[in-house]
Nanobody, 126 residues
Framework: QLQLVESGGGLVQPGGSLRLSCAASGFTLNHYAIGWFRQAPGKEREGVSCISASDGSTKYAESVKGRFAISRDNTKAMVYLQINSLKPEDTADYYC???????????????????WGQGTQVTVSS
């Protein structure tokens, strides 16, 4: 059974850091690009980053470039999102998702992703 399970969220002060994890099972991780999305209350789901399966190339939304770093460990079937210099506007539920493709196409298009985790909550507040 395919599963994507996020973890690592929590309450953090502005300027702090978190590393989110996405544990993949039930499929061969190194065949698919994986994306991270977030959704704040009352807002649409927003793509923040994607990492390709083929060469590990990455894409980021402009709003997070320089602060977020996506990585993957295919041997452990894990994908990570390192979030630094957190801001209150980063508060959201964060989701990982399996793309239809091996290579990232865009960061933003929800329609390019076929399977989703349940999310992990990140709250940035002092």
């Amino acid at each position: 059974q395919l599963q994507l399970v996020e973890s690592g969220g929590g309450l953090v002060q502005p300027g702090g850091s978190l590393r989110l994890s996405c544990a993949a099972s039930g499929f061969t991780l190194n065949h698919y690009a994986i994306g991270w999305f977030r959704q704040a209350p009352g807002k649409e789901r927003e793509g923040v980053s994607c990492i390709s399966a083929s060469d590990g190339s990455t894409k980021y939304a402009e709003s997070v470039k320089g602060r977020f770093a996506i990585s993957r460990d295919n041997t452990k079937a894990m994908v990570y999102l390192q979030i630094n210099s957190l801001k209150p506007e980063d508060t959201a539920d964060y989701y990982c998702a399996r793309a239809y493709y091996a290579t990232c196409r865009t960061v933003q298009q929800v329609s390019e992703y076929r399977d989703w985790g349940q999310g992990t909550q990140v709250t940035v507040s002092s």
